[in-house]
């Protein structure tokens, strides 16, 4: 399975982008799937995961309030809502497949890694 990030772009403070993640394949469609970012100098974090078995949604406490996850089943694209982007926010943004129980921010949890995205905020 591959994933395919796509959505990405610059900016200003204040404004709002949507990032899709579509998979290749229905191979780990009942898995949760997540994104992390990567900001130039950092490490790889955790941003938000849902896990739609259970309908179970989380984010990072830096994200909370103006990101929002979501999915189209029929699509097969996990989507993030990013809304009052702030300067801090840009980076790199990944989506992945949770293949393993444990911690949601975990990356070691996650494969099939897409290509990322990058988005830019100005301030």
């Known amino acids: 399975v591959q994933l395919q990030a796509s959505g990405g772009g610059v900016v200003q403070a204040g404004g709002s982008l949507r990032l899709s993640c579509t998979a290749s394949?229905?191979?780990?469609?009942?898995?949760?799937k997540g994104w992390f970012r990567q900001a130039p100098g950092k490490a790889r974090e955790f941003v938000s995961l849902?896990?739609?078995?259970?309908?179970?949604?989380y984010y990072a406490d830096s994200v909370k309030g103006r990101f929002t996850i979501s999915r189209d089943n029929a699509k097969n694209t996990l989507y993030l809502q990013l809304d009052s982007l702030k300067p801090e926010d840009t980076a790199v943004y990944y989506c992945a497949i949770k293949l393993a129980a444990g911690s949601v921010s975990d990356d070691s949890l996650y494969r099939y890694w897409g290509q990322g995205t990058q988005v830019t905020v100005s301030s």
């Open positions: 849902y896990d739609w078995r259970g309908d179970r949604k």
């Open positions: 394949g229905r191979a780990y469609s009942s898995f949760a």
